[in-house]
């Protein structure tokens, strides 16, 4: 679920955006903390260390939009909440003090636009998927997608259970899914249950799941359950 694969922290890293650069200050949030509320001022941030989860509330409800990795960006003006999901650190500044560089980084205003585009597809694709998806679908999809953009492991040093290294682990406990693919924390509890009866993954505890292989897991998508 990550938001997109062009980084800007590259671009900022070149000689020539130094200027640009100096704008943004780093920020650190620890884990669980609510980082930004809806129109929290006109600021852009990058994120450079953990993740975040932007979502829209309404009343008892949450929407998650989107999930922030190192490299994403975003901006604090929309109805949108911001929540670090682990120890979080981004750069941020001013939008109307980056605007002035714009004109004259080129480079940055292409990377800018892949990120927007990419928000805009991913957010289509929420909304798909909530639309007209169990929420079976929904669990094994996503963890299909943070399966695929995780590296495999070496040796699983988070849970010490991986005897071939061919896995993926995923850091993520239930709460945190079931909120992300907007289900209840029992029902994505009971899934995994089954999932892990079907071998198409494995619980480890302590919020590591692992993945054998991942193409199992994916042929389950689609399936109709009684």
């Known amino acids: 679920m990550r938001l997109t694969e062009t980084t800007l922290l590259q671009d900022l890293d070149r000689p020539e955006m130094a200027p640009l650069r100096k704008l943004f200050i780093s920020r650190k949030y620890a884990k669980g903390v609510l980082a930004f509320e809806p129109k929290s001022g006109d600021q852009i941030f990058i994120v450079t260390r953990g993740r975040a989860r932007v979502y829209l509330a309404y009343r008892d409800k949450e929407f998650t939009m989107a999930m922030l990795d190192c490299g994403d960006v975003y901006a604090t003006h929309t109805r949108a909440f911001v929540q ?7 750069l941020i500044a001013g939008v109307p003090e980056v605007r002035r560089y714009l004109g004259s980084m080129p480079s940055f205003n292409s990377a800018m636009i892949h990120v927007l585009g990419d928000l805009l597809s991913h957010a289509i694709s929420v909304i798909d998927t909530l639309a007209f998806k169990d929420v079976r679908n929904r669990l094994i999809e996503f963890l299909v997608y943070e399966a695929r953009r995780m590296p495999r492991c070496v040796e699983c040093k988070g849970c010490g259970g991986c005897s ?4 993926v682990s995923l850091g993520l406990n239930t709460e945190q899914m079931a909120t992300i693919i907007g ?3 029992q029902t ?9 009866k079907e071998n198409a993954i494995q619980l ?12 199992v897991l994916e042929a389950l998508t689609g399936q109709d359950q009684a």
């Open 188 to 196: 994505v509890s009971s899934l995994l249950n089954a999932l892990a």
């Open 84 to 90: 670090a999901l682990d120890e979080l650190e981004i």
């Open 183 to 185: 289900s209840s924390r």
């Open 164 to 167: 071939d290294g061919g896995m």
């Open 204 to 215: 480890k505890g302590r919020g590591v799941i692992c993945i054998p292989d991942i193409s």
